[in-house]
């Protein structure tokens, strides 16, 4: 952490100087972690029409938090990461052997979820209000120690994406032709949602639960106003996710407002100028 903070201490803002506000500077270096992970995501949950099962993901990863309070865990993060993965391969089995449409399911989830959350929070008549920071999110909170997570996060979905990318989507676009071609889509798509999960959980107390789901569908949604292949499709949407989280994290500073919600506004931003900005005929 010491080379990063010298490489912040160059940047010209009153908070980059030496010796000083170093909650900023590893909230930045958190920042050029989390995004590249979203951006990422963001084309394969974009492409499987799965916009909101990140959001329903956030929900049992709220349920863990609770069952990991209510069982008197110091760290419940961890309980959130683990029940946030059997979520995720509970609702691919439900997905692949029921007819039902993926959002219905979805839908399913999350109400179950957030409803056995709230009621494990509740229990006993113990007050909500210690996880209203789970909504919001503070990612000046954030932890040297957390930050090597991320980043040991993040080189684990770089594998997987140089590995498994092809039939990563070729199980979500057309499973029957996966199939046909030997490839076992149940693993494939149990993959690519633990991934998502692990994400979601590890960085919900960062960037919020309300906003989070955002995070994972505007990088993909306006990089595929723009692109033309694929390269430029995984591209853009890793470096809007970067540029817009940058310049969420400063404005939040200095205007005092939610980093996650500043965040999602910029790129909100840049996906209406995409449907602008985008060619003839898409």
Partial sequence: MTLWYRLVDLLPFAWASPGS???MK????????IAPLFGLLSTLVVENRMSFFSDALGHSAFTGVAIGTLAGLSESTWCAVLFAIAF???????RQKSSMNTDTIIGVFSSAAMALGIFLSTLGGQSFSKFNALLIGDILSVEPAKIGLLALILVVILLLWLSSFNTLLLSSVHPTLADSRGIRTFWETALFTSAIAVVVTISMTWIGLLVINSLLVLPGALARNLSRNMAQYHLVSVLSALVCGIAGLISSYYLGTSAGATMTLYLALLFFASLLLRPKGR
Wanted: aromatic share 22%; glycine share 0%.
């Fill in 88 to 94: 995720a391969l509970l609702f691919t089995y439900v």
């Fill in 26 to 33: 590893n909230a930045l270096l958190a920042i050029l972690i």
């Fill in 21 to 23: 506000m170093f909650f």
